[in-house]
């Protein structure tokens, strides 16, 4: 599969291309940034660009059977994703898969949640906004909130139900990478919103 990764320079997108590649994909780094890709070979392509630029998100997605977007930061994170959005229905490319946040409306743990909400609240309040768009466009798309640590391995991923009743509430952005790139052979996953955390077992 030939897949183009949106924030690829972001901690959570170098892990993407390097699994992405150990699974045999083709993968597209699409990046603001590419001189932070200089000593990365898990990616078959690179393309400089900003993501509110359409030219750019369109050269970056030419050719790609999915997409991968992990948007953060003080990025315009939902201009960026209606630019995304708009550019696969051009290219006709159905799948996308998008990096949310478990903070968004996490009720455990009570005081942590609150006070990162408060800290991340100009983030998640983008966050929020393109979840929306996502939801209200006709690709098939899944969205993943992990709850932000070496690998385990041990994994829980639930469909939305305001979070998990019990830790741990955190997960490694290799764990996590693993979730998004499997999440492609996933056809059952479309349009839902799932959280994302370790395992105890």
């Known amino acids: 599969m030939r897949i183009t990764v949106i924030g690829s320079t972001s901690p959570t997108g170098l892990e993407v291309l390097k699994y992405g590649k150990t699974r045999g994909h083709k993968l597209i780094a ?76 996490a009720k455990r743990p009570r005081i942590f949640s609150s006070f990162a909400r408060w800290i991340f609240r100009h983030e998640l309040t983008e966050l929020d906004k393109a979840e929306k768009v996502i939801q209200e466009c006709d690709l098939d798309w899944s969205i993943y909130r992990p709850a932000h640590d070496p690998s385990t391995g041990k994994i829980r991923v639930q469909e939305q139900r305001h979070g998990f009743p019990s830790g741990p509430y955190q997960i490694s952005r290799a764990d996590l990478a693993k979730v998004l790139v499997d999440a492609l052979d996933n056809n059952a996953s479309f349009r839902k919103i799932y959280c994302v955390t370790w395992s105890k077992e």
């Open 30 to 105: 699409f990046t603001r940034r590419p001189q932070l890709l200089s000593m990365d070979q898990s990616f078959d392509k690179v393309v400089t660009g900003d993501g509110l630029h359409k030219t750019d998100v369109l050269q970056a997605i030419d050719g790609s059977d999915a997409v991968i977007a992990i948007i953060g930061g003080k990025t315009d994170i939902a201009g960026v994703t209606k630019t995304m959005i708009s550019s696969m229905q051009e290219r006709n490319i159905r799948r996308l898969i998008f990096v949310s946040s478990y903070l968004l409306e």
